[in-house]
């Protein structure tokens, strides 16, 4: 399948060109039409599935047909957890649509309020937030939503599992009924899922990757070895391997801030990214990085999300995350848009529980390499895998007729895995198909260019 196929017009057509892409990525070419015809989408995507664009694309389309923003007002929102998710959505929204004359820009925490506040005055077409700020620009005017349109969420288990579920219903409450809704994940929770049933509506279901499971294009490896000697031993791997571009997570803040000083001392260029750290700080160590003047970054996991690094080769666990989940976030950085990549984890015996329940998860034993010299003293044993439960058969003829045991749950199997059941739909909202479509502010443009704007504005 060509982008060409999709229904993308050609401002939008010519900068997918520019950026190289070929072809449409699973999630483009099931999220795109859907987008396009207004419906709402749920869609199971990680980090390195091209998901951004495949939100992207089609609300630029739809966006580029209708009337423009008034002051203050935004038409399309795409909330995200974290400021560097948001900068780097910005960053797509503006290459993707670079030929069109669509106003975006984005508003995150951490920096002053007074230069977003002018950027909104003139009114977006797409405005990219993360939630606290949003509200405190709302709260203070600078940001309307009468003509808001489409809703996205993205990386919305994130959201949730950084507590914003309070934030995202009082945004939820601000916005006009009657909208698209777009809620990217990537994984889905029974919490999500509970989520979705107030924010989507009828929504097409998409889902790239079977849930929870690690791209096959990212090579694992659990590296045994004493807690004490894990930074002697990442120091020998980046020496020995001559890694260029590192990402290394840590769990703690503190345990960044210490590793990357210890890198320092052996001459290893390394910067910490970590929500301590100011805006300015973690922009810069990004920047840095991508442009190869730090060869390795230590990050916790949630400055780590989001960040959109081209083919990155390494990704190294220095200590596992306690919720396992995070270890599938955590190596989605490599092995991106196809690139083949590395992840090793450097596992000490006190690790066991953390270790047992990722290879739980994504039900694989992750292949064990003890390095030369860096023999670990105390034992890791292996994991054993708990099958995941199969159906139970149904008898075919029982005898005498049972008392259904376990109906409560109808959210999900007790691996969280979705039932087949759709969320129930909503009183808020019309059916897509008897929504209004975008209208053409004169009507009569079908060419979906707009021939009273200004040439491309695009704020940041
Ligand atoms: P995302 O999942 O949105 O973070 O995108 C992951 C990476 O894939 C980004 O660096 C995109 O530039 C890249 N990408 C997105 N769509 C495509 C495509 N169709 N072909 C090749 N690369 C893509």
């Given at each position: 399948?060509?982008?060409?196929?999709?229904?993308?017009?050609?401002?939008?057509?010519?900068?997918?060109q520019q950026?190289?892409?070929?072809?449409p990525?699973?999630i483009?070419?099931?999220?795109i039409?859907?987008?396009l015809?207004?419906?709402?989408v749920?869609?199971?995507?990680?980090?390195?599935?091209?998901k951004?664009?495949?939100?992207?694309?089609?609300i630029?389309?739809r966006?580029?047909?209708g009337?423009?923003p008034?002051?203050?007002?935004?038409r399309?929102?795409i909330?995200?957890?974290?400021r560097e998710?948001?900068a780097?959505?910005?960053?797509?929204?503006?290459?993707?649509?670079?030929?069109?004359?669509?106003?975006?820009?984005v508003?995150?925490?951490g920096?002053?309020i007074?230069?977003q506040?002018?950027?909104?005055?003139?009114?977006?077409?797409?405005?990219?937030?993360?939630?606290?700020?949003l509200?405190?620009?709302?709260?203070?005017n600078?940001?309307?939503?009468?003509?808001?349109?489409?809703l996205v969420?993205?990386e919305?288990?994130r959201?949730?599992?950084?507590?914003?579920?309070?934030d995202?219903?009082?945004?939820?409450?601000?916005?006009?009924?009657?909208?698209?809704?777009l809620?990217?994940?990537?994984?889905?929770?029974?919490?999500i899922?509970?989520?979705a049933q107030?924010?989507?509506?009828?929504?097409?279901?998409?889902?790239?990757?079977?849930?929870?499971?690690?791209?096959?294009?990212?090579?694992?490896?659990?590296y045994p070895?004493?807690k004490?000697?894990k930074?002697?031993?990442l120091?020998?791997?980046?020496?020995?391997h001559?890694w260029?571009?590192?990402?290394v997570?840590?769990r703690?803040?503190?345990?960044?801030n210490?590793?990357?000083?210890?890198?320092e001392?052996?001459?290893i260029?390394?910067?910490a990214i970590?929500g301590?750290?100011s805006q300015?700080?973690?922009?810069?160590?990004l920047?840095?990085f991508?442009?190869?003047?730090?060869?390795?970054?230590?990050?916790?996991?949630?400055?780590?999300?989001?960040?959109?690094?081209?083919?990155?080769?390494?990704?190294?666990?220095?200590?596992l995350p306690?919720?396992a989940?995070?270890?599938?976030?955590?190596i989605g950085?490599?092995?991106?848009?196809?690139?083949?990549?590395?992840?090793?984890s450097l596992?000490?015996?006190?690790?066991?529980?953390?270790l047992?329940?990722?290879?739980?998860?994504i039900?694989?034993?992750?292949?064990?390499?003890?390095?030369?010299?860096?023999e670990?003293?105390?034992?890791?044993p292996?994991?054993r895998?708990?099958?995941?439960?199969?159906?139970?058969?149904?008898?075919?003829?029982?005898?005498k007729?049972?008392?259904?045991?376990?109906?409560t749950s109808?959210e999900?199997?007790?691996?969280?895995r979705?039932s087949?059941?759709?969320?129930?739909?909503?009183?808020?909202r019309?059916?897509?198909s008897?929504?209004?479509?975008?209208?053409?502010?004169?009507?009569?443009?079908?060419?979906?260019?707009r021939?009273?704007?200004?040439?491309?504005?695009?704020q940041?």
């Amino acid at each position: 399948m060509s982008f060409n196929a999709l229904g993308l017009s050609t401002p939008i057509l010519d900068a997918i060109q520019q950026q190289g892409y070929e072809t449409p990525s699973p999630i483009q070419q099931q999220a795109i039409p859907a987008v396009l015809e207004g419906r709402d989408v749920m869609a199971a995507a990680q980090t390195g599935t091209g998901k951004t664009a495949g939100f992207t694309l089609p609300i630029l389309e739809r966006l580029s047909k209708g009337p423009s923003p008034k002051a203050n007002q935004a038409r399309a929102l795409i909330l995200t957890p974290t400021r560097e998710l948001a900068a780097q959505v910005a960053d797509s929204v503006a290459t993707y649509g670079q030929h069109l004359p669509l106003k975006s820009t984005v508003v995150f925490g951490g920096v002053k309020i007074n230069p977003q506040m002018m950027r909104l005055r003139g009114g977006v077409d797409i405005l990219i937030a993360t939630p606290g700020r949003l509200l405190d620009l709302h709260s203070q005017n600078a940001v309307k939503f009468d003509q808001l349109e489409i809703l996205v969420l993205d990386e919305a288990d994130r959201m949730l599992d950084m507590g914003f579920i309070h934030d995202l219903k009082r945004i939820a409450r601000l916005l006009p009924k009657d909208r698209q809704n777009l809620l990217f994940s990537a994984t889905f929770s029974n919490d999500i899922r509970k989520l979705a049933q107030s924010f989507v509506q009828d929504p097409v279901e998409i889902s790239v990757t079977p849930r929870n499971s690690t791209a096959e294009t990212v090579a694992q490896q659990v590296y045994p070895v004493d807690k004490n000697r894990k930074s002697a031993l990442l120091i020998h791997l980046i020496q020995e391997h001559k890694w260029f571009q590192v990402l290394v997570f840590s769990r703690t803040k503190h345990g960044a801030n210490r590793l990357t000083r210890q890198l320092e001392t052996k001459g290893i260029h390394a910067a910490a990214i970590h929500g301590n750290k100011s805006q300015a700080a973690r922009t810069r160590a990004l920047s840095e990085f991508k442009d190869g003047k730090i060869q390795v970054l230590v990050a916790t996991d949630i400055a780590a999300r989001g960040l959109d690094i081209d083919q990155l080769p390494q990704v190294i666990n220095f200590d596992l995350p306690n919720v396992a989940e995070d270890y599938v976030h955590r190596i989605g950085r490599t092995g991106r848009a196809g690139a083949t990549g590395e992840a090793i984890s450097l596992v000490s015996a006190d690790e066991i529980k953390q270790l047992s329940d990722i290879e739980n998860l994504i039900q694989k034993q992750i292949p064990r390499h003890i390095e030369d010299g860096f023999e670990p003293e105390t034992d890791l044993p292996e994991t054993r895998l708990n099958h995941r439960p199969k159906k139970p058969k149904k008898p075919k003829k029982p005898k005498k007729p049972k008392v259904p045991q376990d109906q409560t749950s109808d959210e999900g199997d007790a691996n969280g895995r979705p039932s087949n059941k759709k969320p129930a739909p909503s009183r808020r909202r019309k059916p897509a198909s008897n929504r209004k479509p975008p209208q053409n502010r004169s009507g009569q443009n079908p060419s979906g260019k707009r021939p009273n704007r200004s040439p491309k504005n695009t704020q940041h």
